[in-house]
């Protein structure tokens, strides 16, 4: 039988074990996030720090475009979102967003600033490449970031025989935070679960010299012209350590800004960005924007290998967003979308992105996505919560 000294021995031994084992992964993943209040701001405040409610940003906003009429009370269109009434109908910017100031990078319900949640990397590994120069990020359980805390999970809905052609969805509890300079989020399959649709591109600044990533995989990565002042350089840095290539493969003699004004003429490639293991994707300017924002869409995804997917549009929006109604592959298989767009409270919101209710296999059976009402969290109010997928026949007969 162990003495009790030596028994207490052997307890404190094991506990430094584990306090120095528990060390070493606090070490190995960061400080936790700072933490700080949200708050109420729209896009033309000069006021950095914001406002306590939606009312009095609202108020400020009325007083800033010299609006006339009663203000009513604003109607909310998302936890972090609400939309103000003038009174009188006009046809201003409305919307007033609940946001971080800049020392901080993702706002959590309920209005939580977190810290530098944005910049976790993907994995290495992931057939997406690595969108950042860092390790693979380590889960553990079930499984879960030791990195943001996020949950994760990917789920595979279809596959070709090949392989190569595939419906996947990713999910992650703990998406990029606001704000972002575009208004829209990218499309997917309702809140938190994305895939399948590359990630878009948006430029900005006053010399379209700033240009954001928004992967499916629900992070951001930023770029930036080195010397904005000269408009003939389209060179996008990435910020940080990040190994992605954003380039400009169009022609423009007229410089960034005057090119960036242009109108968009025809479905050519304009911009190619290239991840670390040679796959790239290709994109071309939408007349959608949000304000002094531009957009490009996925136009071509191609591997390293030559494998490719080519997304169509044919002018369908929803939610705001110019969205692909097919996805052809190299082989000629073709994947089409059916797509719904999320309500708050019965109205048709942007912000969030629509999702795909619908796919099109190439064997003539289809794939069926249901949603349903979010009680709480992120989305509350909205009902684009995923609920079931279904595989059915082509005379509609459940398979799976």
Request: no cysteine; glycine share 18%; aromatic share 12%.
């Given at each position: 039988m162990m003495s009790t000294k030596s028994g207490i021995a052997r307890l404190l031994c094991l506990v430094l074990s584990l306090v120095f084992a528990t060390s070493s992964a606090i070490a190995q993943v960061g400080p936790p996030p700072q933490v700080g209040p949200a708050r109420w701001n729209f896009s033309a405040s000069t006021n950095s720090h914001g406002y306590d409610d939606p009312m009095q940003a609202c108020t400020a906003m009325k007083a800033n475009y010299g609006a006339w009429g009663t203000l009513n009370n604003p109607i909310p269109l998302a936890w972090f979102a609400y939309q103000c009434d003038w009174g009188d109908g006009g046809p201003r910017p409305t919307a007033v967003l609940l946001g971080c100031d800049f020392a901080y990078a993702e706002i959590a319900y309920p209005g939580i600033c977190m810290g530098e949640i944005k910049v976790e990397p993907d994995c290495e590994q992931c057939r997406k490449a690595a969108e950042q120069s860092a390790p693979a990020q380590q889960t553990v359980a079930n499984p879960m970031s030791l990195q943001s805390g996020a949950k994760i999970q990917n789920d595979r809905d279809y596959?070709?025989?090949?392989?190569?052609?595939?419906?996947?969805?990713?999910?992650?509890?703990?998406?990029?935070?606001?704000?972002?300079?575009?208004?829209?989020?990218?499309?997917?399959?309702?809140?938190?679960?994305?895939?399948?649709?590359?990630?878009?591109?948006?430029?900005?600044?006053?010399?379209?010299?700033?240009?954001?990533?928004?992967?499916?995989?629900?992070s951001m990565a930023q770029f930036a012209i080195s010397n904005w002042s000269d408009e003939n350089d389209f060179n996008y840095k990435q910020d940080g350590q990040g190994r992605l290539k954003l380039?400009?493969?169009a022609s423009a003699p007229q410089g960034r800004t005057a090119y960036f004004s242009s109108a968009i003429s025809g479905t050519a490639a304009e911009f190619k960005l290239t991840f670390s293991n040679g796959d790239y994707t290709l994109y071309r300017r939408t007349s959608i924007g949000s304000g002094s924002v531009t957009e490009a869409v996925p136009i071509q995804q191609v591997t390293a290998s030559g494998y490719t997917q080519y997304f169509d549009y044919n002018g369908t929006t929803k939610s705001g967003m110019e969205v692909p109604y097919q996805m052809h592959d190299s082989f000629g298989r073709v994947l089409t979308f059916t797509w719904f767009e999320p309500t708050f409270n019965g109205t048709i919101v942007t912000i969030g992105g629509p999702a795909i209710s619908q796919i099109g296999l190439p064997d003539g059976t289809t794939l069926n996505y249901t949603?349903?009402?979010?009680?709480?969290?992120?989305?509350?109010?909205?009902?684009?919560?995923?609920?079931?997928v279904k595989l059915l026949s082509a005379t509609s007969t459940l398979l799976l």
């Open positions: 596959a070709s025989a090949d392989g190569l052609l595939v419906v996947e969805r990713q999910y992650r509890s703990r998406m990029r935070g606001l704000p972002t300079m575009s208004g829209f989020g990218p499309e997917g399959f309702g809140g938190n679960w994305l895939g399948l649709i590359p990630g878009r591109l948006a430029f900005g600044g006053s010399h379209k010299d700033l240009a954001e990533y928004y992967p499916n995989s629900g380039s400009f493969v949603y349903e009402n979010a009680p709480i969290g992120v989305a509350m109010g909205r009902n684009d919560r995923l609920d079931n």
